[in-house]
């Protein structure tokens, strides 16, 4: 059970750099956009956090992530001002009003300003009354919008509902799926699941499996063309299932970490596991067992520097040096 109660307060002590840099993590790591840039700063329009869907940018479909790093909830005033800016530089041209633009705060909207968030019509009608007072001399200093002309007849008919918030509990939810989750929060990801070995060798396993008949080959002093010929070696047959379940394992928890890590991390682990396995295998000295016992053994005692290496299982590691094996990093025997 995900404790969040501890995690919403540590997001309160982020500053609002860091508040940016995380909500800006949220929607990379989730993947629904084209492009995610963070704008937050002088003359940014309003625009903090935006998730682009397509090249056109801010010209075609886009989301708003406004983000309020405050002591306070946010209110209903200090909101105005953002949602001003949003109507305000659309109305200008400056980008095509987004889908939808969201208030980001780490202690939510005050109860005020979520009520009217959840009610368009009434944010229409308190946007519009306290126009002139809270929002007009607040788009940019030294200038004054009052809200009349063209300018009010665009607020009237504007879509209030593209305006929402998030709470930092849905955030949360959501950024724990993200490759991002793990080393910010230095969270144990979660074990992937049992990896199932097929009967039949694969066509994805000839690599690492020809490399392991080479070994048998050499200790029987046999020829044998394929696994099939392991019928006249009972013991050697019952060895690769075991190092194919591994290798299946090691499968398994490369593509469940692909997933739950940021790009490069699962690769990261398995080149720390060749790194230590790599100088037992320099040269030509041994015998394919001799190789090969050696590399299970040294992966197995290897830690690596990795958020990964509490959910390594030694089979694990040991089944990356099949993985190596298969993608023609490593070979056993070397006289073949």
């Given at each position: 059970?995900?404790?969040?109660?501890?995690?919403?307060k540590a997001?309160?002590?982020?500053?609002?750099?860091?508040?940016?840099?995380?909500?800006?993590?949220?929607q990379?790591?989730l993947?629904?956009?084209?492009?995610?840039?963070?704008?937050g700063?002088g003359?940014?329009?309003?625009?903090?956090?935006i998730g682009?869907c397509t090249a056109?940018?801010c010209?075609?479909?886009w989301?708003n992530f406004q983000?309020k790093?405050y002591d306070?909830?946010?209110?209903?005033p200090?909101?105005?001002v953002?949602i001003?800016?949003i109507?305000?530089?659309?109305?200008?041209?400056?980008?095509v009003?987004?889908?939808?633009?969201?208030f980001?705060?780490?202690?939510?909207?005050?109860?005020?300003?979520?009520?009217?968030?959840?009610?368009?019509?009434?944010?229409?009608?308190?946007?519009?009354?306290?126009w002139?007072?809270?929002?007009a001399k607040?788009?940019?200093v030294?200038s004054?919008?009052?809200?009349?002309?063209?300018?009010?007849?665009y607020?009237?008919?504007f879509d209030f509902g593209?305006?929402g918030?998030k709470t930092?509990?849905e955030?949360?939810?959501?950024?724990?799926k993200?490759?991002f989750?793990?080393?910010?929060?230095?969270?144990?990801?979660?074990?992937p699941?049992?990896?199932v070995?097929p009967v039949e060798?694969?066509?994805?396993?000839?690599?690492y499996?020809?490399?392991?008949?080479?070994?048998f080959?050499?200790?029987?002093s046999?020829?044998?063309?394929?696994?099939a010929?392991l019928?006249?070696l009972?013991e050697r047959?019952g060895?690769l299932k075991?190092?194919?379940?591994?290798?299946?394992?090691?499968?398994?928890f490369?593509?469940?970490f692909?997933d739950?890590t940021?790009?490069?991390?699962v690769?990261a682990?398995?080149e720390?596991?060749?790194?230590?396995?790599?100088p037992g295998?320099?040269?030509?000295n041994?015998?394919?067992r001799?190789?090969?016992?050696?590399?299970?053994?040294v992966a197995?005692q290897?830690?690596?520097?990795?958020?990964l290496?509490p959910?390594?299982r030694?089979?694990?590691?040991q089944?990356?040096c099949h993985?190596?094996?298969?993608?023609?990093r490593?070979?056993?025997?070397?006289s073949?």
């Open positions: 059970m995900l404790a969040i109660a501890p995690l919403v997001l309160r002590t982020y500053n609002a750099d860091e508040w940016e840099i995380f909500i800006s993590e949220w990379k790591g993947g629904q956009y084209a492009e995610v840039k963070r704008l700063g003359g940014d329009m309003g625009r903090d956090v682009l056109a940018a010209e075609g479909t989301d983000c790093h306070q909830p946010l209110t209903t200090q909101a105005a953002e001003g800016k109507i305000y530089y659309s109305y200008l041209r400056k980008f009003a987004p889908r939808r633009s969201f980001v705060a780490p202690r939510g909207p005050n109860t005020e300003l979520r009520d009217l968030l959840l009610n368009p019509q009434k944010l229409r009608e308190n946007i519009i009354e306290h002139d007072q809270r929002i607040k788009i940019n030294g004054d919008h009052a809200l009349n002309g063209d300018l009010r007849d607020v009237e008919v593209i305006f918030y930092s509990e955030i949360l939810d959501d950024h724990r993200t490759g989750w793990a080393e910010r929060f230095f969270g144990l990801l979660p074990e699941k049992l990896a070995t060798i694969a066509p994805l396993e000839e690599n499996v020809r490399c392991l008949l080479d070994v080959e050499e200790e029987a046999v020829a044998l063309a394929d696994a010929a019928a006249q009972p047959a060895e075991r190092h194919r379940e591994k290798f299946y394992l090691a499968e398994a490369a593509h469940h692909r739950q940021q790009p490069g991390t690769e682990f398995a720390e596991i060749y790194d230590a396995i790599e295998l320099a040269g030509a041994g015998t394919g001799f190789r090969l016992t050696g590399a299970l053994q197995a290897t830690s690596p520097a990795s958020i290496a959910r390594a030694v089979a694990v590691k089944g990356v993985q190596l094996a298969n993608g023609e490593v070979k056993w025997r070397v073949k």
